[in-house]
Structure formats: C-alpha cells, structure tokens
C-alpha cells in the first residue's frame, strides 16, 4: 500500500540487528519513511524552481536536507550521472547499488588532466523587430516551433495578430493582397520599352525624368528589380542594355520619394556585374575598349550605392569589397575585370583600401600588365588598366602626400 | 456485508492491518459463538410463541431485526461505517452536485475540494490510513489540474503525526477555507445535506461548519459577480479558476485585512509618483534649459523643459507618497544627470500607445544567449544603463560581463593585471537565486566635436550590486573595485529575491523562512520585517514610487501581498493564482501590479480597488521567470521556462465585463453551450490535458531556441532585453 517496500525496511532492520520486528511496526514504518522522502522533495523542488531549472539535481537534495536540518548526504555530485550495479541475492530479488569505481591512483595521477570546460560567453541577436520575428539562424525555424501554442485561438482572438507575428497558418490569409492597379501595369510595361528602344531618344529620356522623378512607383520597385535582374543577366552581350539597365538603377536611387534599401541586395550584383563582368558586349560589334565606359558608369553607381546605403548596411561595402578584391587577385581574369575591380576597390574602399589591398598586390600584379603591354591586342586594354592605378595611386598621394612608397615610384617611372 | 462484523472505532484504533473493514474476521466469539447466540434466540421465539405472548414476540423480532445474523447490530447511519463513510458520502455529494441545476453547479463544485481535502485529513486523523489511500487516489483525479501542487503534498501524508508536520495539511487543519455562494446554493446544500442525514450528510455538514467559511450573498447585490449571466459565461470554459475570494488565507476583495467583518472601506494608497526633491528638480530644469538651448528640439519635438513639466503636472498632487516620511540621502551631481538623462530618453523614445487598429504594437526584442553554461546559471540581471549584465550561478560565484565589450577596470587592480570584459565576484557559499543593480540611466559621453557619440561615459554604470543566496545572507557588492561591501545576515532560511528601491538606497529581500525584510545599503540590520505569508516568499517586487513593496508566495499561499513600507503593514492582498508564483511588476502608472505563476498564468490586478483585472495564459508550464511593462504601461512583456517571450495586452476586455454583450451576443453562443452540452465534459478534459489555451490578449509570441528566457526588460526607450541559458 506504500510505494516504499517494506521489505527495505526489514532489510535495514537486519542489518543493524534487529531480528524480528512487529508486522504492523514495518508498515509503520514504510509509510513514515514515504513520507520523509516526499517532505524532502518537496523541498528539494523548491530549490530546483528557483534556480530556473526542469531537471532536479543531487545539489538541490542536499540544500534541501540543509533546509529540513538533516546532515546532508556526501559524495554525490550532479555533473555525473549516478552508476547502479546489481546484485542477485536470490531468485528474482535483485538489489542494486551505487556502484563504486576503483581507480588506481598511479593512473589518475599520470592520466592528463581533463579539458578545462568552455567559458559562459553570450551572444545578441534580435528576437523580434517591430512585432517580426526575422527568420535568421539564431531564432528557430516553423517547423522547429510547429508543437508550441503561439498564437490565441478561439472566439476573441484577433487573426491579424497572427499573421503579423509571422506565425500565420495557411488558413490565415493577409487581408491586403498585392494587387497592382491597371494603370501601374500599363506605366511599368511602357517604361520598360521605352528604356530599351534605341531609336527614340527623346522617348527614352522621358521615361528616366519619370522615374527621376514620380512619387507613386513604390508598389514597382519589386518589378524593376526584377527586370533589371532579367535583363542584365541575359543581355551581357548587348553594351545598349546593359548600360541602359544601369541608368534604371541611376534614375531610382535619385527619386527622392523612393525608399530603396530592402532591395539594395538584389541591385549590387547586378551593378557589380557590369562593372567586372568577364565579357561585356560584343568586341566585333562595339569595338574593344568601348565596355570601359559602361565599367566606369557601374563604378560611380556602385559608389553611390555604397555611399547612401552603406552606413544602414554594415556588411555592404565589406561585401562588396570582398568580391571586387577577388576578381583582382585572379591572374587569369581578362583585363577589363582587373579595371573594374581596380575602379571599385578604389571608390568602395578609399585611400585606405587603396593602401591595403591594392598596394601590396602591385608587384604581383606587374607580370601580368607586362605581358599584356608587351601583347599588341591588348595593349590598349592595358592602358586602361594602368590608368586605373594612376587614379589609385593619385588618390593614395592626395591622402598621404609623404607616404607615396618606393612601389608607387618605382611602378610610376616604369609606367611613364 | 452483513457477514463481516461491523468494525467499531475502538478496535480500528491501533496497528492499521488490524483496522478497517480488510481484516480478516478474527472475532473473539467465533464462529462457536455465533451459532449459540442464534440459537438462543430462535429457542426464545419459539418459546413465546408456544405460549401465545404474542405482542413480547413482536417486540423481540422488531429489535433483533437491527442486529445481523452473529447478534451484532446492523449499521443503520453511515457513521458507523468507519473509514469507509467518507468515500461514501463524498460520492453521495459528488452526484448530488453533478445532478443539481446548472447555475448552481459552477458554485456547488468549488465545495468539492475543501470537502476532499477534509475528509482526506479526518480519515488518517482518525487512523484510517488505509481507507485514507483509497479515498485519495479514487476521488484525487478531478483536482489535479487546478490544485496539483497541493495534491501532490498531500497524497504521502499516512498518519496521524503527518499531520502535525505537513506544511499543507496545517495550512487547511488550522485555517477556515473561504468561499462565497449565492444564498440559493447554499440553502439548496444545507437541505439536501438534512434530508440525507443518515447517509452522510451530518459528516459534510460537519466538515461544513468546522472547517470552512461560506459566506453567502444575495446574486441580485452581488451583481456582475456572481449573476446569472457571469456563471452562463462561466459555464463555458473558466470553471476551474477559483473565484477571487477564494481559498486559506481568503480575503475581502481588495483589503488586506481578513477579519469577518471587515469595513468595506480600503485603506487609501498613495500611488502617484515620489516628488522630487526641490533642490534637484531646480538644478535639473536648469539643466534641461541649457540643453535646449544648445540642442533646440528637432521638428515637432517637444522641448525638454515642457517634457519634464508635463511630467511632474500629469499626477494629482494628492495620491503622492511623503517624501518626509521616506529619508534619502542628498542627491548628488550623478542624480542629476541621471534625471535629465531620464527626461531625454522618455521624449526619445520609441512609443507604444496600445493597439492601433486591431494590431498590437511592433516590439522590437533583442535576446541574449549565455552558452556553455551547463544549467548553472540561476538567474541574469541587466543594468539600467545597459551597459552590464550579470549572472548568479549554482556555482555560488557571481559573473558580471560589459555588454559594450568594455574592459571592466578597477583601481586597485595590479598592474600585471589582464584586463577583460567580464569579472568574478566570488563570496557566497551557496547558489545565487537573485541579483539587482542600483539604479542608473545611460548617460552619453558629453558630445564631441559636434556629433553626439553612442558610447555611454563610465560614470553612467551602476555603483553597487546585491546578491542573495542559499546561505542565508545577500550581499552589497562594489563595481568600483569589485569587492565585496557588505554582509547583510538575518534571514534564516535561503534568501529568494533581493531587489533595490527605484530611487536606491534601500533595499527588500524575500526568504523561504517567510519573512521578507527591509533594509537599506547602511545598516547591517532590516529595517522593517514583513511577516504573514504562510509559506516561502519567493518574489519581490517595488512600487514605481518607493513607497510600497508587493510580495508572493508559492506553497499553500499563493497570494500577493502589497505593504506599506513606513508602516510596515500590509495594505492589499490578492489571491486567486493556483500554481507558485514566480514573477511580479508593478506598472510604471502604479496602479496595476502583474504576478505570474508556474503554471503560466498572468494575472492583473488593480492596486485601487483591489480587484482582479484579467488572466492571461499561454505560456506553457515551468514557470514565467520575469515580466515587465512598457514605459506607457500599455504593454506588458514576460519571458519563461517554454523558452518564449510574450507580449501582452493589458487593456481590460470590456466585452467579457459588461454583462449586455454577454446578454445580447451571448444568445449564440449558448446554442453552441446546449448543442456542445452532451460531450461538453469530454471537450473540457481533453482539453485540459492539451496543451496550454492561449488566450486573445496575447499580442504576439516569440520562440528561442532551446533557450528559456530568465530575464526580460523594457529600457527607458521602450526597447526590451531578454536573456536566457542555451541549453542543447
């Protein structure tokens, strides 16, 4: 009738002595012993909820008996679990005990010492921004959170609620769907062929003053950006398109009413993609070095960028700095990518970027621009690339007059 | 049952196997006896009626049909069952309930537990401990949802002396249990209770008179309370809340003071802000003038002497606290930068005005993980400058880490010494439950060459920390040198909560030997002595102006107490929670305090009147480990054990008041009471054993992962912090 045995009891009984106790004292017994047990743990429970814990540990059974005014029990710790061993001292009667290891103090004198756990450190991240949870690593994914009770359910419950907190079901629905009025539709389709008609530049000027200019073409931006990403990515041979793609970009980014920072993302590759792209236009069609212009058009817009939006955006000009540094580096790269890649490190970066990641790499790079010199089809090419440096290296002087180092001399003598 | 002897109470007396109805028959008579007994009897009857004494022959067969079969007498009244009367009459009065009409029955069944319970307590009183097992494990089923707690304390109590030694079992033998019943229910009771005298009604009614307090009330006075339409409301769902009144320490709404005929009055509260000092609010307006005179506001800021005035004007002047009554140091050049900062950030911040259109308002939270902790960290304080953070681990040593990645100096530091970004301090010897830093705003570095700079100046930090632990003793800590201060020793059993006053210097600890204490950071001994809870103190909270504290127990308690700190008396008492509470705020307005309990139930309660505001519940169980409001009191945020931060809205639900809607709207809804009616009690237990019901107050919910959140706090921006232990 008590969950403790009274069996134990009379084991404990014969093991200091007594022989033979009353039936009814053994009942008694179990039953007090019960409920020793269940005053300690309740006890216990207390200080497991206030060190903020789900798991009750041999320390909280300890400070309990402390509590209670009970010596408390010796020699167990909670880091480790606890070892039971069995023994059979008959026929379906096992008896288990706290298994004891023996170590041999040779050994655990010479055994190295364990690793030093790893410190408490912490982390920040943003659990919720203005009522959203962003869906960044550090916060846990739909399905991860699919058994949890989130959001209010029932009669009075506000299903806006859910769906702005972005733990929406499906059955919930946005009230508000994107809807994209006729008149838009009809303005965004003529835009797009204006821009791209080649025979009609009175046309094509109208459609960037509009663009420049209009305070209503926030619901489009998705929609151009979209475009743009289409057409760059496909016309790479046409120096028309790209360029033109580019001058959509110029005209956004200089609408005042405009608010571009959420898709400045998905702009930079497009921008960066005519500004170090391996092959720009066609050579037969608009000669070799006619791409520079389009390079250098993508370079000040690229700066730009990084300028307006770089300060909100704390990894942009990193990230593009990244990719620029890497098409430098990479000897087998056709020129026009080394000019651009010179042409963005320098506006993204600075005199400072100038300094750290260009200068170092001049030597290296020098072979290359010698056998492109020496190499009459690209000779041109390489004057580009070489006034691209100059322009580095002209603005590392305006910076720091006295700091032109023996490289720049040397590569400036070479280079006149 | 007849065959059995009945068992008499002297011989249930005594070893438990020889007591109730499962011994074996071991009559002294025997079967010998018997067999005589019987005889002689039927020798007699037949002896009169041979000789025609007719009537003495009635006589004989009417009072020997009262005994069985071996001549002893047949129980007639359930009292002479022994052990077994009380599972019978429970029943008896379970059925009755259950059958009894349905605006009674949400009343009739609050009745139910407090007669468990009793007749729980009487049977191994009365050395029943085997009666007493079956009792409690045939009828514990219904209540362990509402009093698991209890249940569990109870269930190993065996004996007689158990009682005298279970801190529950002395709460319900020695306190009346209070309940309210409308005058109809409770005459309903009283009659049926008479009519069924002989089957147990007499051991109900006895559990009645001695060990609860009904107090009846008329349904028509009684109002929105208990009327018609609150119990049909209820009727559908709310049932298991025990009423406000309800329960061991059960108070008159509202007051603190628990005599039966207490005036209905209320003792007035002073809940308008501290007033400044003179000296300090001048120096801080002129303060303020001159930044506005540097700074003109931009746009249509106000400027910041109309801000601060605004401030001071917005309370009437007559619900403010003395400021004669409460000493506090001068204030210092430090107190007034931190008061201008104060006005700044209150017009700079980011505002939350409630819901706007059906939306709650965009919080924004910023949550801090602590790793490789291993489950020792006990509890995480920020500071008010939010420049530090601190841990109290299981470890007994306490970590305080610069958020701004700042190496934390000390100027009796050698000068070998590798500066960090964190710092030990260590003296305790047992877990550290609590943690709070002095008062302190983020005061900016005086702006250079014409931008204001982010970084705050040093001297913004807080100067000291307090610390309570398993030992006994709490702790005043310097973040000058990072020294120990002072020992603050006079709590007997662990200290629980330790919090600092809103304007520092004093300071109000909780203790499992419950008791909470006032002290302030000079003196070595409490200053006041908080007695009357009947279990541990776990929480502490302060009022925004200083002037009172709020308190809540876990265990048998479970109620909120508000105290006067002048006076040391206790001002308020709100009981109503059923799980340990583990969390209080007060509202920065000062006239809503918010506790929650490890069942995950927020409940709201108004200082003024004293009465329930609302529940709220979704969090799932473990606990809610720290809540907090908005600036504006419009939001209220809590974190827990689910390992999510929730945001509350704290407006009172007009619709479930006011008893029209209810009237008028609720015509549908009781079709759907009726139609449901049949497996209404199917839904509510497979609910109940779902998880938790999240309730249309909560405005949105964010999950950690695997990380229960210790700490969540609004900073004077509106912004809130939340931190909590990754644990894999």
Redesign the interface.
């Known amino acids: 009738m008590s969950v403790w045995n009274p069996e134990n009891v009379v084991d404990v009984a014969e093991s200091i002595g007594i022989t033979s106790l009353n039936r009814d004292v053994i009942d008694h017994l179990a039953r007090d012993v019960e409920f020793r047990m269940s005053q300690v743990l309740e006890e216990a429970l207390k200080f497991m909820r206030h060190a903020k814990r789900t798991t009750l540990t041999t320390q909280d059974i300890s400070q309990a008996l402390r509590l209670l005014e009970v010596e408390p029990l010796y020699g167990y710790e909670s880091t480790r679990p606890l070892r039971f061993g069995e023994a059979s001292i008959g026929p379906g009667q096992p008896l288990f005990y706290v298994e004891d290891e023996e170590v041999d103090f040779e050994k655990l004198i010479n055994a190295p010492l364990p690793k030093v756990p790893r410190e408490i450190s912490f982390t920040a991240h943003w659990l919720a921004v203005e009522g959203v949870q962003p869906s960044i690593p550090q916060n846990p994914t739909q399905a991860d959170q699919r058994n949890q009770e989130l959001s209010a359910k029932g009669p009075g419950a506000n299903p806006t609620l859910a769906a702005v907190s972005g733990n929406d079901n499906v059955s919930v629905k946005p009230l508000v769907k994107h809807v994209l009025s006729k008149e838009l539709q009809l303005y965004f389709e003529r835009i797009c062929s204006a821009i791209l008609d080649d025979s009609n530049d009175e046309y094509r000027a109208a459609a960037f003053a509009s663009l420049r200019t209009d305070p209503g073409l926030h619901q489009l931006i998705p929609y151009f950006v979209q475009f743009l990403a289409d057409k760059v990515t496909h016309h790479l041979r046409s120096l028309f398109i790209l360029t033109q793609s580019m001058m959509l970009i110029a005209a956004l980014l200089e609408n005042p009413s405009l608010y571009l920072a959420p898709y400045v993302p998905s702009i930079v590759p497009s921008v960066l993609t005519c500004l170090i792209g391996k092959h720009l236009g066609s050579p037969s069609l608009d000669g070799t070095t006619t791409h520079f212009a389009l390079r250098d058009y993508s370079a000040s817009l690229l700066s730009s960028i990084a300028r307006k939006y770089g300060p909100s955006s704390s990894t942009l000009k990193p990230r593009i700095a990244r990719s620029c540094l890497k098409h430098f580096l990479d000897s087998h790269k056709p020129l026009g990518t080394h000019y651009g890649a010179i042409l963005g490190l320098t506006l993204i970066a600075g005199a400072d970027g100038v300094r750290e990641l260009i200068l170092p790499n001049l030597k290296a790079y020098d072979a290359v621009l010698q056998e492109a010199v020496r190499d009459d089809a690209r000779a041109e090419e390489a004057g580009y690339v070489i006034d691209a440096i100059k322009k580095a290296l002209d603005m590392l002087r305006e910076d720091h007059a006295e700091l032109r180092g023996a490289v720049g001399e040397v590569l400036a003598s070479r280079m006149d | 049952m007849a065959q059995q002897p009945p068992p008499s109470r002297t011989a249930s007396v005594g070893?438990?196997?020889?007591g109730g109805m499962n011994a074996p028959a071991t009559t002294p008579g025997g079967g010998q006896g018997q067999n005589s007994n019987q005889n002689l009897n039927q020798i007699v009857l037949e002896y009169l009626s041979k000789k025609g004494y007719s009537r003495t022959e009635a006589m004989l067969r009417k009072e020997s049909a009262n005994t069985d079969a071996n001549g002893q007498p047949i129980p007639s009244r359930v009292e002479d069952t022994g052990g077994k009367m009380y599972s019978s009459t429970f029943n008896l009065v379970q059925n009755w309930i259950e059958s009894s009409l349905d605006i009674y029955k949400p009343e009739l069944k609050r009745l139910l537990w407090p007669i468990f319970v009793h007749s729980f307590l009487n049977l191994i009183g009365d050395f029943y401990?085997?009666d007493g097992?079956e009792f409690f494990t045939t009828f514990r089923e219904p209540f362990e949802a509402e009093h698991e707690d209890d249940v569990?304390?109870l269930?190993?109590?065996?004996?007689p002396e158990?009682l005298q030694?279970?801190n529950i079992a002395q709460l319900y033998r020695n306190n009346k249990y209070r309940l309210t019943m409308s005058h109809m229910a409770y005459t309903s009771l009283v009659m049926f209770l008479e009519q069924h005298e002989r089957e147990g009604g007499m051991v109900v009614l006895h559990i009645v008179q001695n060990f609860l307090d009904v107090r009846t009330v008329d349904r028509q006075t009684a109002g929105g309370q208990k009327g018609l339409q609150r119990l049909l409301a209820e009727r559908n769902g709310e049932q298991d809340a025990p009423a406000e009144d309800e329960g061991i320490p059960g108070h008159n709404p509202g007051s603190a003071n628990m005599d039966r005929n207490a005036p209905t009055v209320l003792s007035k509260l002073s809940l308008g802000p501290m007033p400044m000092e003179a000296d300090l609010m001048e120096d801080v307006k002129a303060e303020l003038q001159d930044h506005d005179s540097t700074h003109p506001p931009a746009g249509a800021q106000n400027t910041l002497v109309d801000e601060f005035e605004q401030r001071i004007k917005r309370e009437p002047m007559d619900d403010v606290p003395s400021r004669d009554l409460l000493p506090f140091p001068p204030s210092t050049a430090r107190d007034v930068a931190m008061e201008v900062q104060k006005v700044k950030e209150n017009r700079d911040r980011f505002r939350i005005e409630g819901r706007t259109g059906?939306?709650?308002?965009?919080?924004?939270?910023?949550?801090?993980?602590?790793?490789?902790?291993?489950?020792s960290?006990?509890?995480i304080e920020f500071s008010g400058d939010n420049s530090l953070?601190a841990?109290g681990t299981?470890e007994s040593y306490i970590?305080v880490?610069s958020l701004d990645n700042r190496a934390l100096t000390s100027p009796t530091d050698p000068p070998s010494y590798q500066y960090s970004s964190s710092r030990r301090l260590v003296g305790h010897s047992?877990?550290v439950?609590a943690l709070s830093f002095s008062p302190s705003v983020a005061i900016p570095e005086p702006a250079t060459n014409g931008h204001s700079s982010n970084t705050t100046s040093p001297d913004s930090q807080p100067r000291y920390l307090l610390s309570s632990s398993?030992d006994t003793t709490i702790r005043l800590w310097s973040l000058d040198t990072w020294t120990n201060l002072v020992v603050y020793r006079a709590h007997q059993?662990?200290v629980?909560d330790v919090r600092f006053c809103p304007h520092g210097h004093y300071f109000v600890s909780s203790s499992?030997d419950r008791t909470a204490r006032l002290w302030s950071t000079p003196q070595i001994a409490p200053l006041r002595l908080f007695v009357g809870h009947d279990s541990?103190v776990?929480t502490v909270a302060w009022h925004p102006n200083g002037a009172y504290i709020f308190t809540a127990s876990?265990g048998g308690d479970r109620t909120v107490r508000m105290w006067d700190i002048v006076r040391g008396s206790a001002v308020r008492m709100f009981t109503g929670h059923t799980g340990?509470i583990?969390a209080l705020a007060c509202s920065p307005s000062g006239h809503v305090i918010a506790s929650a309990d490890?069942r995950g139930e927020i409940i709201l309660w108004s200082l003024p009147t004293g009465r329930l505001i609302k529940r709220m519940r979704?969090h799932?169980r473990?606990?809610i480990?720290s809540l907090d409001w908005s600036v504006e009191s419009s939001v209220l945020v809590s974190g827990g054990?689910?390992g999510?931060?929730r945001?509350w809205d704290v407006q009172e639900?007009k619709?479930s008041q006011q008893g029209k809607v209810v009237g008028e709207g609720g015509a549908g809804?009781k079709i759907d009471g009726t139609g449901g009616a049949v497996g209404g009690a199917a839904v509510a237990k497979s609910k109940a054993k779902k998880?938790?019901?999240?309730?249309?107050?909560?405005?949105?919910?964010?999950?950690?992962?695997k990380s229960?959140v210790?700490k969540v706090r609004f900073t004077q921006m509106n912004l809130?912090m939340?931190?909590g232990a990754y644990l894999p």
């Open positions: 070893p438990p196997s020889a401990p085997r097992q569990r304390a269930a190993p109590i065996h004996e158990h030694q279970n059906g939306v709650g308002p965009g919080i924004s939270v910023t949550m801090f993980t602590f790793h490789n902790t291993f489950d960290i006990n509890c953070v841990a299981a970590r880490w047992g877990p439950y398993a059993s662990p629980w499992a541990d776990e876990g340990n583990t490890d979704g799932g473990g606990g480990w054990a689910d999510t931060v945001v639900n619709e809804t998880d938790v019901v999240v309730s249309p107050d909560q405005i949105s919910a964010f999950p950690t992962k229960p210790y809130v939340a931190a």
